[in-house]
């Protein structure tokens, strides 16, 4: 019997931040993965992972670096890329690359689209109006029209933070306006959603499809706000964890999330025929044991990718390659793990000023002996470090302003995986180091 080996297979990362370094993680493990590309270059994917990186100016010259490179799959990290065209260029040029169509990616690009999409085929969802600066008087009455608090959206992209929520109808109007003038969020503010508030707790839900079917993964819970208690601006996410508690998560609410969100979107853009390839990210929020969808992002959710992706047994390449040529994988299997990750921000994220302090330069505590093998992955029992948003220079590494590293903790139990967590937190240190002390409380509360 002949035997027939399979070559290392190269895969380039799009993007650079703590997701993708989580990507480059997962799939360095897998004998099947060879040399992984990054572009932009993530300094420390450079330093600690031996990952390469390419650079490229246009649609062409990418094609011609993957060519280049024997690159066998390309994964697309952030929103932007995808907002720009890239799967679709790679898919009309034979590279398999996982990520939806530019078409798709406005589910995330155009809140406004996203909120009348699913309105026409009843996912249910907060109440809205979309308003402009030509409907700005409808705008003020549908404020008026609604209780406290009030919820603004930027129509665009704004890196997370175009959500404004108001205690004051008053200042609800002055922000509207102020959107609407483009002096908030630029053009990306120029058209508004205003919504009403939903109270209740967030999930954040991830469904694999090739176009065909679906597949979802096992829910998470970010932490939007900047500091303790959900206080302060709305950020990218300062940390997230799974498993979820029973009665957080559970098969009934998965099931209401796939029949009552899931399904028809899928579905529907399978009848209008674009459908969807990639990673699906709905943003849920609880109320009443009934979910209502929050927003839809077309990428893997930064910070939770860091805590999913070390909870997978099927290999991650296997997975992303499968999807990305449209075949289906039926089962995705998990271990019986626990995943707490904490974002250690610089003093000025999602401030409105800027710290002098950055780049600032990374130590880690010699106290912390575990600190080498995690840096790594060695299958260190207790976690690792995720370096996002760094400089690297003299080959020692520096924190830029924004979220710079994560630590990733695992556990037995929600407990353990978050003491690990803190202990790996307190291993690493950089000027003005920021970051939440309450990951996981919501999960912490029942047990
Ligand atoms: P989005 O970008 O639409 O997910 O909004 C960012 C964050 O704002 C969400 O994760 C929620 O924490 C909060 N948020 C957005 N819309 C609402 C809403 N209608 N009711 C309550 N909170 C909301
Ligand atoms: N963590 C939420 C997001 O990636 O948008």
Redesign the pocket.
């Known amino acids: 019997m002949q035997h027939t080996r399979t070559l290392p297979q190269s895969v380039l990362i799009i993007g650079n931040g703590g997701?993708e370094y989580a990507i480059a993680l997962a799939l360095q493990q897998d004998k099947e993965v060879g040399d992984i590309f990054f572009a932009p270059q993530n300094p420390a994917a450079t330093l600690y992972l031996n990952a390469k990186s390419l650079t490229y100016k246009n649609h062409d010259e990418l094609l011609q670096v993957i060519q280049e490179n024997y690159i066998a799959l390309v994964v697309i990290g952030p929103e932007a890329p995808l907002m720009d065209g890239i799967s679709d260029f790679l898919r009309l040029h034979g590279i398999p690359v996982f990520g939806p169509s530019l078409a798709n990616a406005q589910l995330e690009g155009s809140k406004a689209y996203m909120k009348e999409f699913i309105s026409n085929i009843h996912v249910p969802t907060a109440r809205y109006r979309e308003i402009m600066l030509e409907n700005i008087i409808e705008g003020f009455a549908f404020i008026e029209s609604l209780p406290l608090p009030i919820v603004l959206k930027a129509n665009g992209l704004c890196g997370?933070k175009g959500v404004l929520i108001l205690d004051s109808k008053t200042e609800a109007k002055e922000k509207l306006q102020e959107m609407l003038e483009g002096k908030l969020f630029g053009d990306s503010g120029k058209k508004v959603i205003i919504e009403e508030f939903l109270d209740g707790y967030e999930l954040?839900v991830f469904a694999l499809s090739n176009g065909d079917d679906y597949v979802v993964l096992p829910a998470c819970q970010?932490h939007?706000r900047l500091f303790d208690g959900d206080k302060g601006p709305n950020t990218?996410?300062m940390g997230?964890y799974t498993k979820l508690p029973k009665n957080l998560y559970n098969d009934d609410l998965e099931e209401k999330i796939k029949n009552k969100i899931l399904t028809p979107t899928f579905q529907t853009l399978k009848n209008m025929g674009q459908p969807y390839q990639g990673v699906l990210?709905a943003?849920i929020m609880i109320v009443k044991n009934e979910p209502y969808l929050l927003e839809y992002?077309v990428?893997?959710?930064?910070?939770?990718c860091e805590v999913l992706l070390p909870t997978l047994k099927t290999p991650l390449f296997k997975i992303l390659s499968s999807f990305a040529k449209g075949e289906k994988i039926d089962t995705i299997e998990f271990y019986d793990i626990y995943c707490v990750c904490v974002v250690l921000s610089s003093s000025d994220y999602a401030q409105n000023f800027k710290s002098e302090n950055y780049p600032a330069k990374i130590t880690f505590q010699d106290s912390c002996k575990d600190v080498d093998s995690t840096l790594q992955n060695k299958d260190s029992e207790i976690g690792h470090f995720i370096f996002a948003n760094t400089t690297l220079k003299d080959r020692i590494l520096y924190a830029n302003s924004g979220r710079a590293v994560v630590v990733l903790g695992k556990g037995k139990n929600i407990q353990e995986a978050r003491d690990n967590a803190y202990k790996l937190a307190t291993c690493i240190d950089f000027e003005g180091k920021h970051y939440r002390k309450d990951i996981g409380y919501q999960a912490l509360k029942n047990i």
Do not use: L, V
């Open positions: 997701r997370g954040s970010d939007k990218g996410g997230a990210f943003g992002n990428r893997f959710g930064d910070p939770e």
